[in-house]
T-cell receptor
Framework: GEDVEQSLFLSVREGDSSVINCTYT??????LYWYKQEPGAGLQLLTY?????DMKQDQRLTVLLNKKDKHLSLRIADTQTGDSAIYFC???????????FGTGTQLKVEL | GAVVSQHPSWVICKSGTSVKIECRSL??????MFWYRQFPKQSLMLMAT?????????EQGVEKDKFLINHASLTLSTLTVTSAHPEDSSFYIC????????????FGEGSRLTVL
């Protein structure tokens, strides 16, 4: 199958770390992606990880990949109110021709 | 990163009319463009893959006569919603595939269609 699943909602306090999780079924993807969508806007690529990596760090963002469990996570350190958005994980499926998005996790950052 | 521009960003139309949405890659050539549809609080669903100079490939369940896609040049793809009805109201997002090995997609800002 091509399902990509995420938790629907996450609420954290400003300054805390946020961890958004994603599980996927297609293990053939070369890259896995995290996108951010602010209200009424398109998608912004946050980061991506190559499938032969376990971890990638990019400033406040840390991506962890567990290929055995087909689990991907995005950690946002020192979460700010501007991080409030919907976060989608995504992978190419169907032989690499189709970018399949997760169900999206709405992150709410409270003061 | 590369820029993809969509126009219009919001359109309201009467039922039965047709609406055209443009998607332009401003600083790169997009051989392939993708059209997505997003319902409120839901994920993006791929509607079709558009290749420059050839017919679009539609996903299962997407009516090709309803959603006409044209990709006449490497920088422009259009989606026309024909004879729109209220159930076609949605957020439509296009993306262009860059040339990086990462296969990164660059997304437009989205077009919100409201059919009365």
């Amino acid at each position: 199958g091509e399902d990509v699943e995420q938790s629907l909602f996450l609420s954290v306090r400003e300054g805390d770390s946020s961890v958004i999780n994603c599980t996927y079924t297609d293990s053939s993807s070369t890259y896995l992606y995290w996108y951010k969508q602010e209200p009424g806007a398109g998608l912004q690529l946050l980061t991506y990880i190559f499938s032969n990596m376990d971890m990638k760090q990019d400033q406040r963002l840390t991506v962890l990949l567990n290929k055995k469990d087909k689990h991907l996570s995005l950690r946002i350190a020192d979460t700010q109110t501007g991080d409030s958005a919907i976060y989608f994980c995504a992978q190419f499926t169907g032989g690499g021709n189709k970018l399949t998005f997760g169900t999206g996790t709405q992150l709410k950052v409270e003061l | 990163g590369a820029v993809v521009s969509q126009h219009p960003s919001w359109v309201i139309c009467k039922s039965g009319t047709s609406v055209k949405i443009e998607c332009r890659s401003l600083d790169f050539q997009a051989t392939t463009m993708f059209w997505y549809r997003q319902f409120p609080k839901q994920s993006l669903m791929l509607m079709a893959t558009s290749n420059e100079g050839s017919k679009a490939t539609y996903e299962q369940g997407v009516e090709k006569d309803k959603f006409l896609i044209n990709h006449a040049s490497l920088t422009l793809s259009t989606l026309t919603v024909t004879s729109a009805h209220p159930e076609d109201s949605s957020f439509y997002i296009c993306s262009g595939q860059g040339e990086l090995d990462t296969g990164e997609l660059f997304f437009g800002e989205g077009s919100r269609l409201t059919v009365l």
